[in-house]
């Protein structure tokens, strides 16, 4: 009786998983059916689908798979990937999607350190964005037109095609696409001088739920708001954004000093986080503390200070003797270029890279990684930093990155935008950790050293709430399951991100534009609850 029980169990859970199989696979043929046969479409799409079944699909897949942790035979895979080519392939699969309920993930550049933007627990689909890559500039305006799929390194390389004196503040990393970087918010070298990259962007285009394409005057000034730092992908798909460019010197200097514990690391860094947001705005010092070996083979802090000051060697030597003796500044450590080039400098090309080389779309080194992030309001003491260096070396792995605030960072009212980090903040810190070898268990592992460290730092960082920048994505502190609990469960990220005032403006505007929650993923921004609607 028992055996012919089991037995009945059995075939129901086959028939009832064979049926949830079918009627996905129903719901895929479905939903390509519609993109193909599509009124919206101005161009063929077929030629753009991928499936599983295509033998290039996991090409397509890993090409824009930035964090080889998101790359293994675990991870959740797409049912579909769209290769979009013009808005109308855009514009067909929101709508499309939206009539079959498939949830639909938009990559641009693929750097979500959480791999949002290509994995998903539920049946979804891709639309991939880095065919929308064409970059206008206008030095006679000083602007520029940039789609979503383009780099930061082509947008770069297309400046300087035309000027030598003019740039963008945003990242460094040549590859990142310029879709998620700049609607969360997007910083580089330059933040102290120009602010974040959304502080510097005056228009957009952006394909709402509905399937319509609109701009900053279309979509008013709430909607605009809530992407240029609150995350395009809530609210819908961006197709590009018109920015201002800013003015740099012909010629910049950048240098690179590197200490280690024998040679006072800790008084350098205590002083380090009593200036770094008071020097010059055009003077940029990060620290990055890792642990190396010392000359006997211990295990040992280093700290390093990759630099870039908008101007000549001398002005820089005479500021830092100024302010900032105690890190020991030599002209032998400075090289002067142009902007260009700096930013070949900073990502460490090989000296005499041409500035072509940002036009590469294949990144240097492909790892496994995570990444964290908090904020220093106070500076830590140097018992704070003896403990917090006992610590690193304990763990080894993790690596602490902060990057100065101050300067025009701090002139910009935290509800100017989204991005809500401004006066008050000494610096921001990325913990980072990466490893080259595959496996859940490793990664579970290296994973968990990162959370012990940022546990660890609880009492030198910003508290109530504990601050977080969007960018450096961290669903560690709190997802959502787009239910019934949405609001509730975004707050508890949201308030973080972008502090509560900006949160709950976003969530209004998501209530507004997307009021179903098309546009959805694991820490998107929430719409009301039904009955505060």
Not at 316 to 323: E, F, G, P, R, Y
Not at 391 to 402: A, C, D, N, S, Y
Not at 447 to 474: C, G, I, Q
Request: charge should be neutral; hydrophobic fraction near 40%; include cysteine.
């Amino acid at each position: 009786m028992f055996i012919t029980t089991m037995s009945r169990f059995a075939l129901i859970f086959v028939f009832l998983f064979t049926h949830s199989l079918a009627t996905s696979d129903n719901a895929h043929e479905n939903f390509i059916r519609c993109l193909i046969n599509s009124t919206e479409l101005t161009s063929p799409i077929a030629g753009e689908i991928y499936t599983p079944a295509n033998s290039t699909f996991p090409a397509v897949l890993q090409a824009y798979i930035r964090n080889l942790r998101f790359n293994e035979s675990t991870t959740p895979k797409p049912a579909i990937i769209v290769t979009a080519l013009d808005l109308s392939h855009v514009q067909a699969s929101i709508k499309c999607a939206k009539q079959h309920k498939l949830l639909m993930k938009t990559r641009s550049g693929g750097h979500d350190y959480e791999g949002l933007s290509y994995v998903a627990e539920q049946p979804f689909f891709i639309l991939d964005m880095f065919n929308f890559r064409s970059i206008n500039v206008s030095i006679e305006e000083e602007t520029a037109w940039v789609q979503a799929g383009a780099t930061l390194g082509e947008l770069y390389y297309r400046i300087s095609e035309k000027s030598n004196i003019h740039g963008f503040p945003a990242g460094v990393c040549p590859t990142v696409g310029v879709g998620g970087h700049f609607s969360g918010g997007g910083y580089g070298n330059m933040m102290r001088k120009y602010g974040l990259s959304v502080d510097n962007i005056i228009d957009a285009e952006l394909v709402d739920v509905n399937g319509k394409l609109l701009n900053r005057e279309s979509m008013g000034e709430d909607l605009f708001w809530a992407i240029t730092g609150g995350g395009g992908v809530s609210f819908g798909v961006v197709i590009s954004y018109k920015i201002n460019l800013v003015r740099v010197p012909a010629s910049v200097t950048v240098f690179q000093v590197r200490r280690i514990s024998e040679q006072n690391v800790t008084d350098v860094a205590h002083r380090w986080l009593q200036v770094a947001n008071k020097l010059d705005n055009d003077l940029f010092i990060r620290m990055v503390f890792d642990v190396v070996n010392n000359t006997n083979g211990e295990k040992t802090i280093r700290a390093s200070f990759p630099s870039l000051y908008l101007g000549n060697t001398t002005s820089l030597i005479n500021i830092m003797d100024q302010s900032f003796p105690e890190l020991g500044l030599q002209r032998s450590d400075c090289q002067e270029m142009n902007w260009t080039q700096s930013i070949l400098w900073y990502y460490s090309f090989p000296p005499g890279s041409p500035d072509s080389t940002l036009l590469s779309r294949i990144p240097r080194s492909l790892t496994h990684l995570k990444r964290k992030s908090d904020y220093v309001k106070n500076p830590i003491s140097k018992q704070g930093l003896g403990l917090i260096f006992a610590k690193m070396i304990e763990l080894q792995l993790p690596v602490l990155t902060f990057n100065p605030y101050g300067g025009r960072m701090a002139e910009i009212s935290e509800f100017a935008k989204p991005f809500p980090h401004r006066a008050g903040n000494i610096a921001k810190i990325q913990y980072a950790a990466d490893w080259n070898q595959d496996g859940v268990a490793l990664a579970n592992r290296n994973v968990d050293l990162t959370r012990v460290l940022h546990a660890f730092m609880t009492p030198f960082v910003s508290k109530f709430p504990r601050e977080a920048f969007l960018n450096y994505r961290d669903l560690d502190i709190g997802v959502t399951d787009n239910g019934k609990n949405s609001f509730l469960e975004g707050m508890v990220y949201g308030v973080k991100y972008f502090k509560e005032t900006n949160f709950r403006r976003l969530v209004k505007v998501k209530t507004m534009v997307d009021p179903d929650n098309f546009f959805r993923n694991e820490q998107s921004i929430p719409t009301l609850p039904s009955w505060r609607k």
